[in-house]
């Protein structure tokens, strides 16, 4: 059960886009459509934030979106606001009946 | 929506054992599976344990296999987590969740509630 792969962290300015990755296998990422992206302020409790690869909750902003090429996912998040900043988390189905987590990415808006 | 509230958390020492609740409402609880998620003091999101809304099915990360125990009464709403042989890298905020569907997404979360192991 190997953690997903996130760069630790990311930046970008007001406005801008940016792309995280989470990288796995075909055990995981790349072999079933449960693959899920999670928003995490400091002190608060996650928030599904894309769940199934593309979708977004009811509530969620239409500047989050989701895609996925092989064995890795990518959350990407259009015209950056200072309220985007915060820890983000992949996660998806393992082979076996397990959950995993990607390590994290901090967010950081300039 | 659902609400979770996560209770049981305090200080153990190493050995020792520690059962968490968490009980929801808001929601039918018997048709929805449930996990619970831990995060270490600084660091990432570590899945522990999921089961499935009729509590038939037990699912738990390598880390905590034949040492945690998870179960749910449907009657009362409530989810528990049995910990046993608790070790120092157990400390952690430990977080209820409910599954969009089992083992696929966590839509609900909790506040979380801290365990520390520590002599």
């Known amino acids: 059960q190997s953690a997903l792969t996130q760069p630790a962290s990311v930046s970008g300015s007001p406005g801008q886009s940016i792309t995280i990755s989470c990288t796995g296998t075909?055990?995981?990422?790349?072999?079933?459509?449960?693959v899920s992206w999670y928003q995490q302020h400091p002190g608060e409790a996650p928030k599904l934030m894309i769940y199934?690869?593309?979708n977004r909750p009811s509530g969620v902003s239409s500047r989050f979106s989701g895609s996925r090429s092989g064995n890795t996912a990518s959350l990407t998040i259009s015209g950056l606001q200072a309220e985007d900043e915060a820890d983000y988390y992949c996660?998806?189905?393992?082979?076996?009946?397990?959950?995993?987590f990607g390590g994290g990415t901090k967010l950081t808006v300039l | 929506e659902v609400q979770l509230l996560e209770s049981g958390g305090g200080l153990v020492q190493p050995g020792g054992s520690l059962r968490l609740s968490c009980v929801a409402s808001?929601?039918?609880?018997?048709?929805?599976?449930m996990s619970w998620v831990r995060q270490a003091p600084g660091k990432g999101l570590e899945w522990v344990s999921g089961?499935?809304?009729?509590?038939?099915?037990?699912y738990y990360a390598d880390s905590v296999k034949g040492r945690f125990s998870i179960s749910r009464d449907n009657s009362k709403n409530t989810l528990y987590l049995q910990m046993n042989s608790l070790r120092a890298e157990d400390t952690a905020v430990y977080y209820c969740?409910?599954?969009?569907?089992?083992?696929?997404?966590?839509?609900?979360w909790g506040q979380g509630t801290l365990v520390t192991v520590s002599s």
């Open positions: 969740a409910k599954d969009r569907i089992t083992l696929s997404s966590l839509d609900n």
């Open positions: 808001g929601g039918t609880f018997s048709t929805y599976g």
């Open positions: 089961i499935n809304s009729g509590g038939g099915g037990t």
């Open positions: 075909s055990s995981d990422v790349g072999g079933y459509n449960f």
């Open positions: 199934d690869v593309t």
């Open positions: 996660s998806s189905y393992v082979r076996g009946s397990t959950l995993v």
